[in-house]
C-alpha cells in the first residue's frame, strides 16, 4: 500500500513539472498614453483609442519608475518636498532663484542644508510652508529658509512617487499580463506637464479646410 503511494505522488509530481513546463510564459505588454486615474498600487491608463489598460505597481516587484516634468508655481504646496540651491546669507538665499526641484517625501530625501563651506553655494531641502509674494519659505531641518523667486522659475518634478502624476500626463509602461487582464507592471516613465499630440496628415489637413470652407458658406 505505501509502494502505491509513494508511486501515486511521484506520478503526480511527474505532472506538475510537465504541466509547468508546458505553460505559455507571461504576455510583454507595453503601452503608451495618458494617465486616467492614479491610486495605491495601481494606474490607469488610456490611449489615443481610449482603451483603458490597468498597471500593478507591485510592493514585492522590482520596478522602475521615473515621473519629470515641468509643473507650474500654483502646483506648489505646503507639505511638498523640494530643493533650491544658491548662495546662502543667514536664513536666505542672496539671489532670486530660478529653479526648484520637486521631490516626494518617499524618494528618501533628508531635509536639511548641504554646503561645503561658508563661502560655498548651499543645496537646500525642505519641506513648502509657505509661497507669498514670489517667496519661498522652506522648513529645511531646524531652520526655515527663504529664497525669492525669479519671474520666470521653473518648478521641476524629479521623482519615483507615481501618485504626484496629475490626470493627463503622459505615460509609457511595460509589464506582463495577468489572468484578469491587468499588467504587472516593470518599467514606468512618467512625463508631467506634457500633452500628446496627435501628428495630422496632408490628406486629413484638406480634409479640415475643405470641413471650414463649407461651415463659413
Do not use: H
Request: hydrophobic share 40%; proline share 4%; net charge positive.
Amino acid at each position: 500500500m505505501r509502494a502505491t503511494t509513494a508511486v501515486l505522488m511521484i506520478l503526480a509530481s511527474m505532472a506538475g513539472l510537465f504541466s509547468q513546463a508546458g505553460a505559455a510564459p507571461p504576455k510583454r505588454v507595453k503601452f503608451k498614453g495618458q494617465v486616467a486615474a492614479v491610486s495605491p498600487g495601481k494606474i490607469l491608463i488610456t490611449d489615443e483609442q481610449a482603451k483603458v489598460r490597468t498597471f500593478n505597481i507591485l510592493p514585492d516587484k522590482e520596478v522602475s519608475i521615473a515621473v519629470k516634468g515641468q509643473v507650474t508655481l500654483a502646483d506648489l504646496k505646503p507639505g511638498m518636498l523640494a530643493r533650491v540651491e544658491g548662495t546662502l546669507q543667514m536664513n536666505a538665499l542672496e539671489r532670486e532663484v530660478a529653479k526648484i526641484t520637486v521631490y516626494s517625501l518617499s524618494d528618501g530625501y533628508v531635509a536639511g542644508i548641504l554646503q561645503d563651506s561658508a563661502d560655498q553655494p548651499a543645496v537646500v531641502t525642505g519641506i513648502v510652508k509657505l509661497l507669498k509674494d514670489d517667496t519661498l519659505t522652506l522648513q529645511a531641518g531646524k531652520k526655515r529658509i527663504t529664497a525669492k523667486l525669479a519671474k520666470d522659475v521653473a518648478v521641476v518634478v524629479d521623482s519615483k512617487d507615481y501618485t504626484l502624476a496629475p490626470t493627463g500626463s503622459l505615460i509609457d509602461a511595460d509589464g506582463y499580463e495577468t489572468k484578469n487582464g491587468s499588467v504587472n507592471a516593470r518599467k514606468i516613465v512618467i512625463t508631467i506637464g506634457e500633452v500628446e499630440r496627435k501628428e495630422t496628415k496632408p490628406q486629413e489637413a484638406k480634409t479640415a479646410k475643405a470641413e471650414k470652407k463649407k461651415a463659413k458658406k
